[in-house]
């Protein structure tokens, strides 16, 4: 139960709307903070990072050739060069990519934020269950940032360079084309990832449970397919499959953490 001096010293609504304003003004100062050292760090770590999934050497191009044992083996001509075509494009990448990095960086900071907002309103009992889920979805986007960034968009990007509808075709890629790509599949892989904890945190509210998630399994694959068409920049099958695929595990897992309709009253 909450305590009997927060009962008393309940928020108004403007109350708590002016703690929203100072937790969203702290979460833009720690982000241009960070944006500062990112923007500062970004020239050392474009070539080696961003644009890492471009040529043979990246890491998980050498994996798979190794493990393939000749079945699974890539081409190792394999060398893009990023074109740039606006002029000031160059600089607003440099921009924009030192946000996207330095959000990554602080999403730490806005899940304690979140925490801490949400904090006085819930009763101790839902405090022991959500501070872990709190740990828990930061671990879950940084998984998934990471599979975007060693999977999915790799084999995507690959995949998109050297298909070949015509030999007198020449693939000329852009530097906001691949950036846009880049961004989009890492950060939406990340968020994706969140899926399991909001399952899990609606099965607490007793809005979700077990066998609900498996009656309507057909029909969530068709939600998936389409959030997966959606997520996808390219549209391609073949960049679908790759989305569609942690889409479902990821269904699967949720069906595993969230509760029965038997358990939910112990909540």
Known sequence: MKSEEAEEGAMSFWDHLEVLRWALFRSACVLAVIMVGTFIAMPHIFDRFILAPTNNDFFTYRWLNAIGGGVVKLSQDFDVQIININVASQFMTHISTSISLA???????????????????????????????????????????????????????????????????????????????????????????????????????????????????????????????????????????????PLYVLYELSILVVRDKTKQKDF
């Open 103 to 245: 959000a990554v960086i602080a999403f730490p900071y806005f899940i304690w934020e979140i925490w801490k907002f949400v904090e006085p309103a819930l009763f101790e009992d839902e405090i022991k269950h959500l501070r872990p889920a709190f740990l828990g979805g930061t671990i879950m986007f940084y998984i998934g940032c990471a599979i975007g960034y060693i999977l999915v968009f790799p084999f995507t990007f690959r995949f998109l360079v050297e298909y070949n509808l015509s030999p007198n075709i020449t693939n000329q890629i852009n530097l906001q084309s691949y950036i846009d790509n880049f961004t989009m599949l890492i950060l939406v892989m990340g968020i994706v990832f969140e899926m399991p904890l909001l399952a899990w945190l609606l099965s607490l509210l007793g809005i979700l449970n077990k066998s609900f998630l498996r009656q309507y399994k057909r029909h969530a694959v068709v939600v998936l397919l389409v959030s997966a068409a959606i997520i996808t920049p390219s549209g391609d099958p073949f960049t679908l499959m790759l989305v569609f695929i």
